[in-house]
């Protein structure tokens, strides 16, 4: 009985390790990488700086409730605490994902911090992530543009043109800088249910881009993957699903259960699936997510629980 005693203490402690934030960790929250410093009683200083602010919070672990903390400020005077209307805060771990999660008080998942490498910088996993959520084929409304958006390289009409994401302080601004082809210059992109909106741009003497063209339509003319097959792959820590409404994102939550074979008790969401060739319904799949993937249904519901906009 000892043995067996000692083993399960041994189990515990070995998960309640496993649920910690170690000193000097980077998190990287969607748009910068905050640094973990240890500090007395078991606290952390979760700390950045964005634009010449300082950014904190502290969190401090809940005795008894391994993963779980409580949040408040940090220590520098005039320092902001980004995640101040947090209620609950959890650390989850699964599938070599370690995420700080924080809802608000009805329990709402507003924000996620993703553990980072120590030199993986925030706008270069920014860059990546915008990339990922763009890559596929497009057609242009009048059909006569076919588009190949791929990570580092565009096919516009079989004509392989390089692109460059534009940054403003370190941030992803929704914009890119082609060169060569015919979609050659700088173009805002927008991204819709059907696909992508560009239209030209410039930078204004402020430096924020604005519009000086008409907008090109593209539709997704892959049949073989989801519009929102990357929400099953990449965290959506960048907020990515702000630019939809309420009808868009049921789809792209709902997407991720289609893509493991879910069947749909709506009628609407069944019909939209059944009319996707990849989807294949599979009625009695025992369906496992992933965090990245339950994360972002959480997410996106959240989101659509707090969008304006209908579609």
Known sequence: MKKIAITLIMLVAISVQAQTI????????????FTAQTKAGGKILMAAMDEGQELEFTLTPIKGKAGEFTI???????????????????L??????????????DGGLFGVMA????????????INQWIRQHIGTYKSSDGRITLEWKH???????????????????????????????LDGLWGVEPTLQGLEMYPVKYDEYG???????????TESDPHTG????????????????????????????????????TFQSKDLQQYFNDEQWYKAQPNAKIKLSLVEELN??????AESNTEKDY
Do not use: Q
């Open 208 to 218: 924020m881009l604005t519009r000086t063209g008409d907008i090109k339509t593209f």
């Open 72 to 90: 408040s400020d940090g220590v520098t005077e005039g320092a902001i605490n980004p995640y101040e209307f947090a209620k609950t805060i959890k």
């Open 152 to 182: 580092n390289v565009m096919v516009v009409n079989d004509i392989s043109a390089h692109y460059t994401v534009e940054t403003f302080n370190g941030h992803v601004n929704g914009a890119i800088s082609i060169k060569g082809g015919e």
């Open 227 to 262: 519009r929102f097959a990357y929400a099953s792959t990449i965290l959506l820590n960048d907020k990515w699903f702000t630019h939809f409404g309420k009808y868009t994102l049921r789809i792209m939550r709902n997407e991720i259960m289609a893509h493991h074979g879910y």
């Open 297 to 302: 249904i959480e997410m996106i519901k959240y």
């Open 115 to 126: 553990k980072v490498g120590p030199n993986d910088e925030s706008t270069e996993i920014a």
């Open 22 to 33: 170690k000193n000097g960790t980077s998190w990287y929250s969607g748009w910068i990488n």
């Open 92 to 105: 989850k771990s699964k599938d070599g994902l370690e995420a700080i999660c924080f809802y608000n008080a």
